[in-house]
């Protein structure tokens, strides 16, 4: 069965400072993985996806992402956190080729000034 | 660019109501979902299709129904509106195959209070 578990349901950096959310993930299969982030009162954008090609990805507003498939791990990281990425991010996980995707629990990125 | 559109950004209704939410992709894609938000819970789905007149259950089908009688349209159903249905409404829309494969595309969602 497919599962994802997101670390933190709270990080807090300082504008500037290196972002890292954590998720580790459970598939049968060889996933599928994705980092979704929604602002507040905005709806859920794609912020980055593993399609078993290159283990590191990127994405949008400097944002990556590294497949571990010896930690199970999908952490997201950006080298320096600006105030507009403040928002709450998701890692989600494909079931199989059922088009169906399950979420993590979500993590709320907070960035100080 | 791909949009998912929901018919209400905010919506208040009274226990026992009857509610419809209705979303809408422009897409052509096959699937469509219903999921719901709720704080520390993540995204939870609810109904989904894989085309017109089919529906599967989500993990959480207890007090929704779903309709799909057009490809582009998908609407879920409150027959009896509860309070513990109080939640945000996310609708989303995928390709089953190609390079978006399993990547969804979601709606502004519907804030839906039941009193």
């Known amino acids: 069965a497919q599962s994802v578990t997101q670390l933190d349901s709270h990080v807090s950096v300082s504008e500037g400072t290196p972002v890292l959310l954590r998720c580790n993930y459970s598939s049968s299969y060889s996933p599928s993985l994705f980092w979704y982030v929604q602002h507040p009162n905005k709806g859920l954008q794609l912020l980055l996806k593993y399609t078993s090609a290159a283990t590191l990805v990127k994405g949008i507003n400097g944002f990556e992402a590294e497949f571990k498939k010896s930690e199970t791990s999908f952490h997201l990281t950006k080298p320096s956190a600006h105030m507009s990425d403040a928002a709450e991010y998701f890692c989600?996980?494909?079931?199989?080729?059922?088009?169906?995707?399950?979420f993590g629990q979500g993590t709320t990125l907070q960035v100080k000034p | 660019d791909v949009k998912v559109t929901q018919s209400s950004r905010y919506l208040v209704k009274r226990t026992g109501e009857k509610v419809f939410l209705e979303c809408v992709q422009d897409m052509d894609h096959e699937n469509m979902f219903w999921y719901r938000q709720d704080p520390g819970l993540g995204l939870r789905l609810i109904y989904f299709?894989?085309?017109?007149?089919?529906?599967e259950k989500g993990d959480i089908p207890e007090g929704y129904s779903v309709s799909r009688e057009k490809k582009e349209r998908f609407s879920l159903i409150l027959e009896s509106a509860s309070t513990n249905q109080t939640s945000m409404y996310l609708c989303?829309?995928?390709?089953?195959?190609?390079?978006?494969?399993?990547?969804?595309?979601f709606g502004p969602g519907t804030r839906l209070t039941v009193l």
């Open positions: 989600v996980v494909s079931v199989g080729n059922t088009g169906k995707l399950i």
């Open positions: 299709s894989y085309d017109v007149k089919m529906k």
């Open positions: 989303a829309s995928s390709s089953p195959g190609g390079r978006t494969l399993n990547e969804q595309f």
